[in-house]
């Protein structure tokens, strides 16, 4: 595609649940991030993805969030027992190489009731 | 300390003015450098990115300091359509990204 797709766009779920988010990155793009934002608040550094392995994975906040990328495209940030805290936007983003500027999805809204 | 440290503003500036961002970071082994744009409920756009030598686009002037540890951004003739979060990026060795918390501006009719 043209760009970085996510899906959904908005998601509201109940304490408790699992939910899954789901990145598409640019075509090409071996470098895949994920980043969360909360409302006023900065970008936070979740999990950065070279090709389908992750070689860091210091930035998830808790064992409850786990990440994969499969063929070196499409990932998915799973966070289960949600917890309201987790509520915020999630971003997903790519670069060719990495190190490069990355461009970001239009994120993901989740909202954890 | 956090890796990235920006001034949060808020900066309000007049039409036409001339503005400045200053960044600072702390790993010395940072490679790359770069400012992204953030409108109100939208995801980060690259706006450009940060050459030690110094590089302009348009109205916009990015400049690395590699011995102080910071970069900045220059606004010249501000526009109203410029009123957006702005936040520098850091690019460690190891392929982390970290942001600023933004600095947000305000260009006044």
Known sequence: GAGVSQSPSNKVTEKGKDVELRCDPISGHTALYWYRQSLGQGLEFLIYFQGNSAPDKSGLPSDRFSAERTGGSVSTLTIQRTQQEDSAVYLCASSLPPGQGTYFGPGTRLTVL | RKEVEQDPGP???????????????????????????????????????????????????????????????????????????????????????????????????
């Open chain 2, 11 to 109: 900066f309000n500036v007049p039409e036409g003015a001339t503005v400045a961002f200053n960044c600072t970071y702390s790993n010395s082994a940072s490679q790359s450098f770069f400012w992204y744009r953030q409108d109100c409920r939208k995801e980060p756009k690259l706006l450009m990115s940060v050459y030690s030598s110094g590089n302009e686009d348009g109205r916009f002037t990015a400049q690395l300091n590699r011995a102080s540890q910071y970069i900045s951004l220059l606004i010249r003739d501000s526009k109203l359509s410029d009123s957006a979060t702005y936040l520098c990026v850091v690019n460690t060795p190891t392929y982390q990204f970290y942001f600023g918390t933004g600095t947000s501006l305000t260009v006044i009719p």
